[in-house]
């Protein structure tokens, strides 16, 4: 199983914070994200952003970087803000 966790306001958009999948193989980050949204369009749109940042196992996934064989957690990061 494999974690994948919605921070910020993309917890919105997902539903919930986290959830458990079995996932698939998958190559590119587009795959991780159109399997992650599955039929939300607007948690697909969000997550495709150029903005939103991916986490894997705890390291950020380089820009059209492959990704790795062994994913354990999968985290989607939204810019910072604050004030």
Excluded: C, H, Y
């Excluded at 599955?38 to 894997?56: K, M, T, W």
């Amino acid at each position: 199983m494999t974690k994948i966790v919605f921070l910020g306001w993309l917890k919105d958009k997902a539903g919930v914070a986290e959830r458990q999948v079995d996932l698939p193989e998958l190559t590119t980050p587009e795959s991780l994200i159109a399997f992650v949204a599955g039929d939300n369009a607007e948690l697909a749109s969000a997550l495709s952003e150029p903005s939103i940042r991916i986490i894997i196992n705890k390291s950020f996934l380089a820009n059209n970087n492959t990704l790795p064989d062994n994913i354990d957690e999968v985290a989607f990061m939204p810019p910072l803000s604050g004030g």
